[in-house]
């Protein structure tokens, strides 16, 4: 089936760093998601992206819909303490509305030192 | 509530027990999704109700998973002699269009 790759795997990084992680796939997508879980919770929708080439803000986080639409990145500026947790991407595949399904990507650790 | 429920928020049983992990969904929102998620990974598909359609049970990952949603509302996913290797997070998430909401979890240990 469709798989959603996701890089890197993990970022530790210094409070203040930007960030950037991105994701991609062998086919298409309607839509792009990024969500944040953090610690014993549930992921939470940080931004979501509905046409190629988009580009979204949301306060320091930016996101994009790549214009071939099998990626997407979504940067983080200026980095706090309380931007930890995992960020995962996730993708609506083209299904003619049948379905809501997302294929989730694997996630990316973000770690921030104070 | 306003946002997906989901409990026991911990469940602790002995391999070769029976489970069963309760979803409240968002009012109103006729999707509901359950996944799996064990330690430091992504998130693994197991099943996916849409308002009276059958559900698509293409992720559970073999035949002592089930799930019902009865009266388009709450769910319940039954684990069948629970294996050590059912050990994770499972989270439900829910849905009115494609932007899904989650629950916070339950986790299951499994001794």
């Known amino acids: 089936g469709q798989q959603l790759n996701q890089s890197p795997q993990s970022m530790f990084i210094q409070e203040g760093e930007d960030v950037s992680m991105n994701c991609t796939s062998s086919?298409?997508?309607?839509?792009w998601l990024w969500y944040k879980q953090e610690p014993g919770e549930g992921p939470v929708l940080l931004i979501a992206l509905y046409k190629a080439g988009e580009l979204t803000s949301n306060g320091r986080l930016t996101a994009q819909f790549g214009i071939t639409r099998k990626d997407s990145f979504l940067n983080i500026s200026a980095s706090i303490p309380s931007d930890v947790g995992i960020y995962f991407c996730?993708?609506?595949?083209?299904?003619?509305?049948?379905?809501?399904?997302?294929?989730f990507g694997t996630g990316t650790l973000l770690a921030v030192q104070p | 509530g306003a946002g997906v429920s989901q409990s026991p928020s911990n469940k602790v049983t002995e391999k070769g027990k029976d489970v069963e992990l309760r979803c409240d969904p968002i009012s109103g929102h006729t999707a509901l999704y359950w996944y799996r998620q064990s330690l430091g990974q992504g998130l693994e598909f197991l099943i996916y109700f849409q308002g009276n359609s059958a559900p698509d049970k293409s992720g559970l990952p073999s035949d002592r998973f089930s799930a019902e949603r009865t009266g388009g509302s709450v769910s319940t996913l039954t684990i069948q002699r629970t294996q050590q290797e059912d050990s994770a997070v499972y989270l439900c998430?829910?849905?009115?269009?494609?932007?899904?909401?989650f629950g916070a979890g339950t986790r299951l240990s499994v001794l």
């Open positions: 996730a993708g609506q595949p083209p299904s003619g509305g049948a379905t809501n399904k997302l294929i």
């Open positions: 086919s298409i997508f309607n839509t």
């Open positions: 998430a829910s849905s009115l269009g494609h932007i899904q909401y």
